[in-house]
C-alpha cells in the first residue's frame, strides 16, 4: 500500500515539474514570436521613428511579453503569410502597444509591415508608424 505522504510527495513534484514546464514553453513560444523576421522589422521601424521615439522618451526602449492568450490581436500565421502583433513597448517616460499587420510574399517570402501604429497608454495618443503619413490619405 502506497503511504499518503509519497502520493503527497509525488502530487508535489509533478505540479513543480507541470508548472515549470508550462512557464518553459511560454518563453520558448515568446522568444521564436520575437525571432520573427515581422517583429524585427516591425521594432526596427519603431526605433527609426523620431516621433514614436519622442513619445515614449526612447531611448530606453524594451518590450515586454506578448499576450499568448489573446489570439484575435496575437495571430501569427507564416504558413497563410499573415502576422497580427500587438508588442507591449516601455520607453523612458511613457508605455504603449505597438500594433503591427505583416504580409508575406507568396514567391519571395519576404515580409512586410503593411500597417504599424503605437497607440500609448498614458496619453491615448496615436502614432502611426507605416504606412508613412506621405502617404496617409
Request: charged fraction near 25%; charge should be positive.
Amino acid at each position: 500500500m502506497v503511504s499518503t505522504e509519497l502520493l503527497k510527495r509525488i502530487a508535489l513534484y509533478g505540479g513543480a515539474l507541470a508548472l515549470g514546464s508550462a512557464f518553459l514553453m511560454r518563453n520558448r513560444i515568446q522568444n521564436s514570436l520575437a525571432a520573427g523576421e515581422y517583429y524585427k522589422k516591425s521594432m526596427e521601424a519603431l526605433s527609426q521613428d523620431p516621433t514614436a521615439m519622442a513619445a515614449l522618451g526612447a531611448p530606453p526602449l524594451k518590450t515586454r511579453h506578448l499576450d499568448l492568450g489573446d489570439t484575435e490581436v496575437n495571430n501569427v500565421q507564416p504558413h497563410l503569410g499573415y502576422a497580427r502583433l500587438d508588442i507591449p513597448v516601455v520607453g523612458g517616460r511613457e508605455k504603449g502597444t505597438l500594433r503591427t499587420n505583416c504580409k508575406r510574399d507568396a514567391t519571395t517570402g519576404v515580409w512586410t509591415i503593411e500597417k504599424l501604429e503605437l497607440f500609448l497608454e498614458n496619453t491615448g495618443q496615436t502614432v502611426t508608424i507605416v504606412p508613412p503619413s506621405s502617404e496617409r490619405r
